[in-house]
């Protein structure tokens, strides 16, 4: 099993950064694949991005691409999303989720999500 914390998230204005944690408990963290995604008022889940295993392999979405970074520190059991140049649209709830080292040799669109956290708010002012 894993269970997944986010924190990390409140209030910031347009252009500014925020760095959202995600601190994981159980068996093997450093071979799960994390991810991280986010939905705002009236749409669907959204991928933002995720981190092999070893922290290789990044993908993101098309949104986020040059604004967002994933990087994680096994060492600790967390992944870490560091958000610069936000967006008024950037505001959603964020949420980190976990998959099987298999997901860290797939495309975004292959991956496979088991776990979940309960996400943490972003807001950005415009």
């Known amino acids: 099993q894993v269970r997944l914390v986010e924190s990390g998230g409140g209030l910031v204005q347009a252009g500014g950064s925020l760095r959202l944690s995600c601190a994981a408990s159980?068996?093997?963290?450093?071979?799960?694949?994390m991810g991280w995604f986010r939905q705002a008022p009236g749409k669907e889940r959204e991928f933002v991005g995720q981190?092999?295993?070893?922290?290789?392999?990044?993908y993101y979405g098309d949104s986020v691409k040059g604004r967002f970074t994933i990087y994680r520190d096994n060492a600790e059991n967390t992944v870490y999303l560091r958000m610069n140049s936000l967006k008024p649209e950037d505001t959603a709830v964020y949420y980190c989720?976990?998959?099987?080292?298999?997901?860290?040799?797939?495309?975004?669109?292959?991956?496979?999500?088991?776990?979940w956290g309960q996400g943490t708010q972003v807001t950005v002012s415009s």
């Open positions: 989720a976990a998959g099987p080292l298999a997901n860290s040799f797939v495309a975004p669109t292959e991956a496979k999500w088991d776990y």
């Open positions: 159980g068996r093997a963290f450093s071979r799960y694949t």
């Open positions: 981190i092999s295993w070893n922290g290789g392999i990044t």
